[in-house]
């Protein structure tokens, strides 16, 4: 199938943006780099009457520290993420993530905020942002505001991000010097999205873990928090006892829909071993 005819606009500022959308209300879409709008709209899943292309808009592109935080524009590419030697240094979670994500070519084009803002549950960033305990910087026509991302996942394509509003910043707390780290994704074949997948954040202190964030790709309607699994590990060593029991509480998180990549309780099951795999290498990267 083709689209549907629509209207093409390229504002050159982000006031211009919110005009067009405040213009043309809900027959408007926002075109990020395209890769979950376009095939959406060739299915007829999406059918906008006006198509707002994001791509001139500098000032959403990004990535600098500031006030203990690591900012990031919305439409910096996953490609601009991998080679940042900021987030190397001082946040390579992100980076490791960004090269599991799809192929070269999604990511030079595929863009951070486009992929939080869909709201796919397949996609990656969501888990990591909840790991990362991220906000995002919304604005609309009545003017900015901060939301925290452990939160604004409601649903299957469904976010506290409104009618009218541009999603234009990701913020992250800039992990603590020793942080442990991991994604930990299982996918059928290069490009594909995951079968379940663990994001992990880890800090020990005199032998017990002092904090810990546990996040989960593709096996609910969101990315999920596992915290009954967090709630567990906090202030005990890291054995394998510990880390049993943390995966088997992350399944207890789950809640998968049956597809090509398998049933329920397979995923289930992959999202246990993701979350084992994912702390044992947070665990041998975090300072001790």
Known sequence: MIPRPFEYHVPRSLPEAIA????????????????????????????PGHLIDLGKLTELKGIRETDGEIRIGAMTTENELIWSELLQSRCPLLV????Q?????VRYRGTLGGDISHGDPGNDHPA?????????VLLGAQ???????DGFFLGTYLTLLE????????????PAAGTGYCYAKLKRKTGDFATAAAAVTLRMSGGAVSAVRIALTNVAQTAV???DAEQALLGKPLDEAAIDEAARLAMGACDPVEDLRGDVEYKTAMAGEMTRRALATAYARAAH
């Not at 990591?128 to 995002?136: Q, V």
Request: aromatic content about 2%; overall charge negative; charged content about 25%.
């Open 20 to 47: 067009l959308l405040g213009e043309h209300g809900d027959a408007a879409k926002l075109l990020a780099g395209g890769h979950s709008l376009l095939p959406m709209m060739k299915l007829r899943f999406a059918e």
């Open 143 to 149: 003017g900015e505001r901060v939301v925290p991302a």
């Open 163 to 174: 009618a009218g509003e541009i999603m234009t910043e990701i913020r992250i707390p800039t």
């Open 225 to 227: 928090r596992a915290t």
């Open 128 to 136: 990591l942002m909840l790991a990362l305990d991220a906000s995002f």
């Open 101 to 105: 994500i799809s192929d070269p070519q």
């Open 96 to 99: 490791e993530a960004a090269r």
